[in-house]
């Protein structure tokens, strides 16, 4: 009973509430183990707030002017026109690639379209050394941290050149030296270990947080839960990135989760969460940046949700403006769930690319003439990758066995001399041509 | 059947795989409103692989059911509604996404019946595509026949052609047991001819009960999956040779059919296991494991020389082994003074440096 509880015993509420209750002996508090909370004697159950949610912070309205002049960074020439670049670079990218695949000369792809804003504002309020988690659509992550589009191709192609031996799927990156850990096909599984890691890094002392993206969908695996759960509690250095595009595949959010997205599910962690608008590079750009810094110095977890990225767009096949936004993946045509309508509304209405550019224009800092040269520029950049990729071969046979272990054991050594045999009797049955010899 | 009539026109009796699974759930969905089908994607878009086209337009929201992304989710929601009486398909898009459900399959699942003391009955199937696929690299590849097939209180299919996906996923539905149904999505696309019975909608294969697709007197080889049609292109390429293959479909992972198998050995003396999965505590270990405990006294001394187990490269390394082995057979009676190297795993074996086994 609160009666019985000694004056002077004072309970101190989780971190993150900077309050300090203390009981006289004749107070009735009741003691609700890790929060705090008062009694009430009216039954009402709490209502979830689907209807006015967790408002939308931006800083640019939908031509590129800021709207709160105290929220703007203040970005110099060069990192903002890094970012356009890194941006529109990422989109040409994307349109000769999924091409490639429609064409069959990859085997898979997923497109960043939309979503450009969301990757390049992130990256560019971190540290280069900052380690990242992705699920699958981050590359304009990497491209911000100037990864060669020969590399982004190799792993496309998986030839030689591939840092990842052509053993991955498309798309899925990984690049040790920028601090980039390599794409995991299963859904969420990187959000506990990004958890880890962040706490790896708290333990040293590093002035390092960890950024974690993943989609809505995601969202809904065990994984995500856990992963919360384990940052509040261990207080890890890390910052949460949800990618709300609408869509997992077909399933729209509706059918995803019945809360108000995924920020309001950090207050149930015990998490500072707040959502941005995903098509405001500035907005993500600021969010990130203070995220960082409070996640670093205070060592507590961040939960960030961007939304409304453009959801997958049933016309890609057609010829593409620059404006162009994607289906899930190659595997994918998004024709059968998303409406025309929809669709148009997001195309004519916003685009991270063109609200940037509206800002640079309205900056002085670029014009047409240097739009269709970077253009030309940037798709020539591009095409030269793309031919070079298509020509290199595919990684040695041998490269099947390495890997496995930090070692190669017996076993896999005999295995690999058995294959080396066996195509020299039955080499002409295999394409070796393609491969390194 | 609404849910077939999407399908592109075939030569009179030819099916797909992907249209037999359709078509058996179909049936099963018609014939018993218990049996429901859940998972990612399964509705209004078709199924990720397009295996269940039509159902959710013919049968609506109850029966065919989109998940959020959660496979221990869902898993889980699906054992409860089958312990409570309900018949639910519960699709995994892949078998390797599986793994995040996987304590619902086998502690839940699999064990409840036992644990309950037969109170509690799980009448499940899980299904979806398993093993290799084209180049989605080792996330999406892994076959689980060897997983699965361990464990009791689940029973395990793996289909290869039209006629076993329908058979088997109509007799998985009407099981009262958890059933695993190891699909391939190679497969789906791969047309079959359908033999009249399989038109029935009563058309039952028994679960435990292998099937031998092509006879012969040389070899056994056993299979199950996309590799029996691998066999079955080595075997015709064998037998220009002069080397006739008996190639057995194993369709039933667990409960096995040593039976067939062993009747086939005993007949042969020779035998090659193939399968998707990896070789160390595989499917075809298992088949080994069990020859050399079971009939293998019966037969020649020099017996384990000719037992090899491989993991499927292609038809042309599958021919490979099946000749040497048949070689070897042949060549001891006149060789058989020769001292060649002694194997490790099997000492007294100087069958052939392949180290496979």
Redesign the interface.
């Given at each position: 009973m609160a009666v019985a509880i000694a004056a002077g015993r004072v309970w101190r509420p989780n971190r993150g509430l900077s309050q300090q209750q203390q009981f006289s002996s004749l107070d009735d508090k009741p003691q609700f183990p890790g929060a705090s909370a008062e009694f009430i004697d009216k039954l009402e159950f709490i209502q979830p707030n689907v209807i006015s949610g967790i408002p939308i912070y931006r800083v640019m309205d939908r031509q590129g002017q800021i709207i709160n002049p105290s929220e703007d960074p203040h970005l110099p020439k060069e990192k903002v026109l890094k970012l356009y670049k890194s941006m529109t670079l990422l989109n040409t990218m994307d349109r000769i690639l999924y091409e490639s695949q429609r064409q069959g000369r990859i085997?898979?792809y997923m497109t960043n379209y939309g979503e450009e804003g969301t990757h390049v504002g992130s990256a560019a309020a971190l540290d280069n050394t900052d380690l990242v988690f992705g699920q699958y659509r981050e590359a304009g992550v990497l491209m911000y941290r100037d990864y060669p589009l020969e590399l982004f191709m190799a792993q496309c192609y998986?030839n030689i050149s591939d840092l990842g031996k052509g053993?991955?799927?498309p798309v899925?990156y990984g690049c040790k030296e920028r601090h980039f850990v390599t794409i995991?096909?299963?859904?969420?599984t990187q959000i506990p270990q990004a958890v880890g890691a962040a706490y790896a890094a708290k333990r040293a002392n590093a002035n390092r947080v960890v950024i974690c993206y993943f989609g809505e969908?995601?969202a809904?695996?065990?994984?995500a839960h856990a992963g919360f759960n384990f940052a509040a509690t261990l207080e890890c250095p890390i910052i949460f990135f949800c990618r709300n595009n609408g869509y997992?595949?077909?399933?729209p959010t509706s059918?995803?989760?019945r809360g108000d997205g995924i920020a309001a599910r950090g207050p149930g962690y015990g998490i500072m969460s707040i959502r941005v608008d995903g098509n405001d590079v500035f907005a993500v750009y600021n969010a990130t940046k203070e995220a960082r810094r409070r996640a670093v110095a205070e060592n507590q977890p961040f939960l960030i949700e961007s939304t409304p990225n453009l959801p997958p767009d049933p016309h890609s096949r057609e010829p593409h403006t620059d404006l162009g936004i994607g289906h899930h993946s190659t595997?994918d045509d998004s024709s059968?769930?998303r409406s025309v309508d929809e669709v148009n509304y997001w195309d004519k209405q916003d685009h991270p690319i063109s609200r940037l550019r509206h800002y640079l224009l309205s900056q002085g800092w670029w014009d047409e003439e240097q739009e269709k040269a970077w253009r030309k520029q940037s798709r020539k950049k591009v095409m030269e990758a793309f031919e070079q990729a298509e020509r290199k071969p595919k990684p040695n046979p041998n490269l099947l066995f390495s890997d496995v272990y930090q070692e190669m054991p017996a076993?896999l050594r005999?295995?690999q001399e058995?294959?080396a045999r066996?195509l020299q009797?039955?080499g002409e049955?295999y394409p070796l041509e393609h491969f390194d010899k | 059947m609404a849910a077939v009539s999407g399908l592109v026109r075939r030569p009179l009796g030819e099916v797909t795989v992907r249209d037999a699974i359709n078509q058996g759930m179909d049936e099963e969905l018609e014939r018993d409103e218990k049996v429901f089908l859940l998972g990612e994607e399964v509705a209004q878009y078709d199924g990720a692989y397009k295996v269940s086209r039509g159902l959710w337009k013919k049968y609506g929201d109850k029966r065919i059911i989109d998940t959020p992304i959660s496979e221990m989710g869902f898993a889980g929601i699906a054992v409860g509604a089958a312990m409570a009486g309900l018949r639910p398909i519960c699709e995994f898009m892949t078998f390797n996404f599986s793994m995040q459900a996987i304590d619902q399959v086998i502690n839940s699942a699999a064990k409840t019946y036992y644990m309950s003391g037969g109170l509690q009955s799980v009448p499940i199937v899980f299904r979806g595509p398993n093993g290799a696929s084209a180049g989605v690299a080792a996330q999406h590849s892994q076959c689980f026949a060897a997983w699965y097939g361990h464990c009791p209180g689940l029973k395990v299919v793996s289909p290869w052609n039209s006629e076993d996906a329908k058979g088997l996923i109509k007799s998985a539905i009407r099981d009262n047991n958890p059933v695993v149904v190891l699909e391939n999505e190679l497969m789906y696309g791969v047309p079959f001819e359908f033999p009249p019975e399989a038109q029935s909608k009563d058309f039952l294969i028994p679960i435990g009960k292998a099937k031998i697709e092509r006879q012969g007197t040389h070899i056994t080889v056993v299979s199950h999956s996309r590799p029996v049609g691998h066999c079955l292109e080595a075997a015709a390429v064998l037998s220009k040779e002069g080397v006739e293959c008996e190639v057995i479909n194993m369709r039933t992972i667990r409960p096995m059919d040593m039976e067939t198998i062993e009747a086939s050995v005993m007949k042969t003396n020779h035998l090659v296991t193939v399968e998707g999965g990896w070789p160390q505590f595989g499917v075809g270990a298992e088949i080994c494991a069990r020859i050399m405990e079971g009939i293998s006294k019966k037969l020649v001394l020099e017996y384990s020389q000719a037992v090899v187990n491989i993991m499927y490269l292609n038809t042309y390394s599958i021919k490979r082994l099946k000749a040497r082995s048949v070689w070897h057979f042949s060549s001891r009676k006149y060789f058989k003074s020769k001292s060649r190297k002694s194997c490790v795993q099997f000492p007294g074996c100087s069958c052939c440096s392949c180290h496979w086994c």
């Amino acid at each position: 009973m609160a009666v019985a509880i000694a004056a002077g015993r004072v309970w101190r509420p989780n971190r993150g509430l900077s309050q300090q209750q203390q009981f006289s002996s004749l107070d009735d508090k009741p003691q609700f183990p890790g929060a705090s909370a008062e009694f009430i004697d009216k039954l009402e159950f709490i209502q979830p707030n689907v209807i006015s949610g967790i408002p939308i912070y931006r800083v640019m309205d939908r031509q590129g002017q800021i709207i709160n002049p105290s929220e703007d960074p203040h970005l110099p020439k060069e990192k903002v026109l890094k970012l356009y670049k890194s941006m529109t670079l990422l989109n040409t990218m994307d349109r000769i690639l999924y091409e490639s695949q429609r064409q069959g000369r990859i085997s898979f792809y997923m497109t960043n379209y939309g979503e450009e804003g969301t990757h390049v504002g992130s990256a560019a309020a971190l540290d280069n050394t900052d380690l990242v988690f992705g699920q699958y659509r981050e590359a304009g992550v990497l491209m911000y941290r100037d990864y060669p589009l020969e590399l982004f191709m190799a792993q496309c192609y998986g030839n030689i050149s591939d840092l990842g031996k052509g053993r991955q799927m498309p798309v899925h990156y990984g690049c040790k030296e920028r601090h980039f850990v390599t794409i995991s096909s299963p859904l969420a599984t990187q959000i506990p270990q990004a958890v880890g890691a962040a706490y790896a890094a708290k333990r040293a002392n590093a002035n390092r947080v960890v950024i974690c993206y993943f989609g809505e969908g995601a969202a809904s695996e065990g994984d995500a839960h856990a992963g919360f759960n384990f940052a509040a509690t261990l207080e890890c250095p890390i910052i949460f990135f949800c990618r709300n595009n609408g869509y997992a595949i077909s399933t729209p959010t509706s059918e995803q989760y019945r809360g108000d997205g995924i920020a309001a599910r950090g207050p149930g962690y015990g998490i500072m969460s707040i959502r941005v608008d995903g098509n405001d590079v500035f907005a993500v750009y600021n969010a990130t940046k203070e995220a960082r810094r409070r996640a670093v110095a205070e060592n507590q977890p961040f939960l960030i949700e961007s939304t409304p990225n453009l959801p997958p767009d049933p016309h890609s096949r057609e010829p593409h403006t620059d404006l162009g936004i994607g289906h899930h993946s190659t595997s994918d045509d998004s024709s059968a769930y998303r409406s025309v309508d929809e669709v148009n509304y997001w195309d004519k209405q916003d685009h991270p690319i063109s609200r940037l550019r509206h800002y640079l224009l309205s900056q002085g800092w670029w014009d047409e003439e240097q739009e269709k040269a970077w253009r030309k520029q940037s798709r020539k950049k591009v095409m030269e990758a793309f031919e070079q990729a298509e020509r290199k071969p595919k990684p040695n046979p041998n490269l099947l066995f390495s890997d496995v272990y930090q070692e190669m054991p017996a076993q896999l050594r005999k295995q690999q001399e058995s294959l080396a045999r066996h195509l020299q009797t039955y080499g002409e049955h295999y394409p070796l041509e393609h491969f390194d010899k | 059947m609404a849910a077939v009539s999407g399908l592109v026109r075939r030569p009179l009796g030819e099916v797909t795989v992907r249209d037999a699974i359709n078509q058996g759930m179909d049936e099963e969905l018609e014939r018993d409103e218990k049996v429901f089908l859940l998972g990612e994607e399964v509705a209004q878009y078709d199924g990720a692989y397009k295996v269940s086209r039509g159902l959710w337009k013919k049968y609506g929201d109850k029966r065919i059911i989109d998940t959020p992304i959660s496979e221990m989710g869902f898993a889980g929601i699906a054992v409860g509604a089958a312990m409570a009486g309900l018949r639910p398909i519960c699709e995994f898009m892949t078998f390797n996404f599986s793994m995040q459900a996987i304590d619902q399959v086998i502690n839940s699942a699999a064990k409840t019946y036992y644990m309950s003391g037969g109170l509690q009955s799980v009448p499940i199937v899980f299904r979806g595509p398993n093993g290799a696929s084209a180049g989605v690299a080792a996330q999406h590849s892994q076959c689980f026949a060897a997983w699965y097939g361990h464990c009791p209180g689940l029973k395990v299919v793996s289909p290869w052609n039209s006629e076993d996906a329908k058979g088997l996923i109509k007799s998985a539905i009407r099981d009262n047991n958890p059933v695993v149904v190891l699909e391939n999505e190679l497969m789906y696309g791969v047309p079959f001819e359908f033999p009249p019975e399989a038109q029935s909608k009563d058309f039952l294969i028994p679960i435990g009960k292998a099937k031998i697709e092509r006879q012969g007197t040389h070899i056994t080889v056993v299979s199950h999956s996309r590799p029996v049609g691998h066999c079955l292109e080595a075997a015709a390429v064998l037998s220009k040779e002069g080397v006739e293959c008996e190639v057995i479909n194993m369709r039933t992972i667990r409960p096995m059919d040593m039976e067939t198998i062993e009747a086939s050995v005993m007949k042969t003396n020779h035998l090659v296991t193939v399968e998707g999965g990896w070789p160390q505590f595989g499917v075809g270990a298992e088949i080994c494991a069990r020859i050399m405990e079971g009939i293998s006294k019966k037969l020649v001394l020099e017996y384990s020389q000719a037992v090899v187990n491989i993991m499927y490269l292609n038809t042309y390394s599958i021919k490979r082994l099946k000749a040497r082995s048949v070689w070897h057979f042949s060549s001891r009676k006149y060789f058989k003074s020769k001292s060649r190297k002694s194997c490790v795993q099997f000492p007294g074996c100087s069958c052939c440096s392949c180290h496979w086994c």
